[in-house]
């Protein structure tokens, strides 16, 4: 029986990764996206201190690299990119918290800084509202994170973006291939960067830290190595199948 368990916990594995590849490739033009892998471990030692025979794999838990993507210039007024450490710290309409890489924002009908979703980019100083006839592609990021607006003697300063550290990034929990929250218990672990520990770029966008065509061929290995447990399954089960037919003659 130990080997049919390994057996399907290898298949068990296989699904997963292949289902953590396929989040990947449809992220993979997501600014921000962080890639995930599917940990495993080899756990025979830890199960033959309890048992006779161990169970082969065990499915640790899908990892997130926060590692930083390219950077690429798009020209927009409202693309911002960070790279190294920190995360945009984003509000929602029901007030929640939440953490994302994609800089991509825009404006709401009222003149306010929000993401495609229509949650509202924090500020750590002031207020990212544009007002009357301020054109938002006069609109330019200085070099602490502080967004203005207008040319010369019009400048206006509307606030500094508020780039945030957290302090155990396992603990973020994905809610989507952009957004991240902490638990209640764990929101102090959210600190305000100062300036100069975070490097953020204007009309800039961060790319996924994955490539489609790696993710290809790791898919292309994952299903080969899922049919061949199949195989095997089959293989075991006409095994058995002719021991019965011996036995019952």
């Keep these: 029986m130990s080997v049919i368990y390994k057996v399907l916990a290898s298949m068990d594995i296989e699904m997963r990764r292949q289902e953590s590849i396929s989040r990947n490739l449809a992220g993979s033009q997501i600014p921000g996206y962080k890639g ?6 080899d756990f025979d030692g830890y199960v033959d201190r309890y048992s006779e025979h161990g169970q082969g794999t065990l499915l640790d838990d899908n ?6 993507g390219p950077l690429k210039h798009t020209g927009r007024p409202l693309d911002f990119a960070l790279s190294g450490n920190g995360f945009f710290e984003i509000t929602t309409p029901e007030g929640e918290t939440l953490y994302t890489r994609n800089g991509r924002f825009t404006l709401s009908p009222s003149g306010e800084i929000q993401t495609i979703d229509g949650f509202k980019l924090e500020a750590s100083v ?3 509202q544009l007002q ?5 592609n006069e609109l330019f990021l200085k070099d602490d994170g502080s967004i203005a607006v207008g040319i010369g ?3 206006r300063e509307l606030g500094r973006i508020k780039v945030v550290g957290i302090e155990d990034l396992k603990m973020l929990e994905r809610i989507s291939s952009s957004y991240y ?3 209640d218990k764990h929101q102090d672990m959210a600190e305000d960067m100062e300036v100069g520990d975070f490097n ?3 009309r800039t966008l961060e790319n996924a830290n994955i490539t489609p065509v790696k993710e290809m061929i790791t898919m292309i290995d994952s299903m080969r190595k899922f049919e061949m447990a199949q195989r095997l399954m089959k293989m075991r089960d006409g095994l058995k199948h002719k021991e019965y037919q011996t036995f019952g003659s």
Aim: proline share 3%; hydrophobic share 30%.
């Design 181 to 183: 929250k902490l638990p």
């Design 63 to 68: 990892h997130v690299s926060f590692d930083s």
């Design 200 to 202: 953020i770029s204007g």
């Design 153 to 155: 003697l019009n400048e």
């Design 126 to 128: 002031g207020n990212f």
């Design 36 to 41: 995930e892998t599917v940990l495993s471990t």
């Design 132 to 136: 009357g006839e301020e054109d938002v």
